[in-house]
């Protein structure tokens, strides 16, 4: 299968410092509190497809992201929200991101990952940040999940127009719940996400 976890390739940061501040700022706004920004104000701008334990996803979905200029550098970050179907008033919805992808000289080369929510990354920055966990009502953080030791998470960028900021990708990644008690009674404890295709168009944060 393409894109194998095992043959991942490991691009050590050349502005560690500067992407450490910027992940650990993320990490405190998760941690300090059982809270997050409304991320269903977010708009969405662009396409996601990917199987989700096994299920075929496609609709509900919406997916933007950032595209940081410093430095003669250009990383971006992805989020990816879903929806979930429910007949009650509270909004039930999953969270994805990306952290701190190198957009200069990593087209279609197979990038690990590394968890950002509530552990601080294994590799020491050198991997694509991710994150994942529920929001409930839209605003508020429910459930954290890590990535599943011994399973195959990546991240490939298949392509990037600088010129309008459209960025398309490949991604597989495999979750187990990180905390003692579900927030949200309706996730189970292991999410598997394979075959995952976006393309999105970034906002530009100079």
Not at 20 to 49: Q, Y
Not at 80 to 88: F, Y
Request: net charge negative; hydrophobic share 35%.
């Amino acid at each position: 299968m393409e894109g194998q976890g095992t043959n991942a390739k490991i691009y050590p940061y050349t502005m560690r410092g500067f992407r450490g501040i910027m992940v650990l700022g993320m990490l405190m706004s998760f941690c300090c509190e059982k809270a997050s920004l409304p991320r269903d104000t977010f708009p969405n701008r662009g396409t996601v497809s990917v199987l989700r334990n096994g299920d075929f996803l496609q609709e509900n979905i919406r997916i933007n992201g950032t595209v940081i200029k410093y430095n003669g550098k250009q990383d971006c970050n992805i989020f990816i929200i879903r929806e979930r179907p429910n007949d009650s008033i509270e909004r039930r919805q999953e969270e994805m991101n990306f952290l701190g992808i190198d957009l200069n000289d990593q087209i279609g080369d197979t990038l690990c990952l590394s968890d950002t929510d509530i552990f601080l990354p294994e590799e020491d920055f050198q991997c694509v940040g991710n994150a994942y966990h529920t929001l409930i009502g839209g605003d508020v953080l429910g459930d954290r999940y890590k990535l599943q030791t011994g399973e195959d998470h990546y991240l490939i960028i298949t392509e990037w127009n600088a010129e309008n900021f459209t960025v398309s990708g490949k991604f597989q990644a495999s979750y187990v719940f990180a905390e003692e008690k579900h927030e949200t009674e309706w996730m189970e404890d292991t999410v598997r996400y394979t075959n995952g295709k976006f393309t999105t168009t970034l906002e530009l944060k100079e």
